[in-house]
């Protein structure tokens, strides 16, 4: 028996990095999926998007565990598309049972440099995306009198970030729609968690600028993103980390084993929430 065998999870944000990732180990477990992703335009977002062959590519993966995987495409913006993909879970495979919202975005800039365009996308695909996600699973789950939900905030939903106003601002309401959720689920059996991830390897720092502000000067190169990872945690050698220890916390979560396990905030960082938070660079 698998750790979620016979669920239905809806995974947002699957075509690539830890969406993708949550989506093949929730089928390793024996879970179905329906997998959403590929938004279109996101015209501040400076890195490549998504695309269909990589949703498609974790369908793939999925069947080949033995499980179903549904493609859904669609933007977390929109609760038409959300409100889809709930409709798609129940005439595919009967229900939903679980749901990951995982889709995010990251994007750079000073705060008093920051377009409002800029601010207003990442609040829009990262928090109201978010509390989209949950409004769509909500009614079925409470009808069904069960759900479990993880919902993937940050390090930097507990703490700044310099250059990221609007991620950081994002990421700390996604703990405050958790832990509503936590509250409002409660009484229907809904539990609902989430995880702080830190600093994960996947294409959302892999472009020059994220780059430039991992070497803290221009001309940034994948090899300071590379060093500048271990400064993120305190446990030996580990450099960006992998994906795939995030979709663990998040199977965990999901599954029966966290049966009693409602409105957390799980840290999968290296031990970076444990480091002391002095200034490393003091102004004199
Ligand atoms: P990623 O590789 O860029 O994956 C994010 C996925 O979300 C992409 O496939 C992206 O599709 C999708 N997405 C973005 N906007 C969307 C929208 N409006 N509707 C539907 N899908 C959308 O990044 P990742 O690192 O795996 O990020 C996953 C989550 O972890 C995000 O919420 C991120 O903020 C969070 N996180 C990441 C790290 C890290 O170090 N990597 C640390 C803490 C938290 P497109 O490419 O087509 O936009």
Known sequence: ???????????????RGMGASHAVTLAREGADLVIFDCPGELPTVPYGLGTRE???????????LGRR????????RSQADLDRAVETAISEFGRLDQLVANAGIWTLAPSWEMSDDQWQ????????????SVKAVFPHMRERETGSIVLISSINGIEG?????????AKFGVLGVM????????????????????FISTPIHKWQGAYDFLAGKPGGTDADRLAAAPYYG???GRGPLDPVNVSN?????????????????LPIDAGHTALPHFNPAPVQ
């Open 249 to 265: 916390a998040v199977l965990y979560l999901l599954s029966d084993e966290a049966k009693d396990v409602t409105g957390i905030e």
């Open 179 to 198: 832990k509503t959720t936590a509250m409002e689920g409660g009484p229907f059996n809904i539990r609902c968690n989430a995880i702080l991830p830190g």
């Open 54 to 64: 990589e949703l498609d590519q974790v369908a793939a993966e999925v069947e080949k």
């Open 161 to 169: 970030l310099p250059g990221a106003i609007n991620y950081c601002a």
């Open 121 to 132: 996308e990442t609040i829009d695909v990262n928090l109201t995306g978010t509390w989209h």
């Open 234 to 236: 305190v446990l030996k």
């Open 69 to 76: 995987a549904v493609v859904v495409e669609g933007d977390v």
């Open 1 to 15: 028996m698998g750790r979620v065998e016979g669920k239905v999870a809806l995974v947002t944000g699957a075509a």
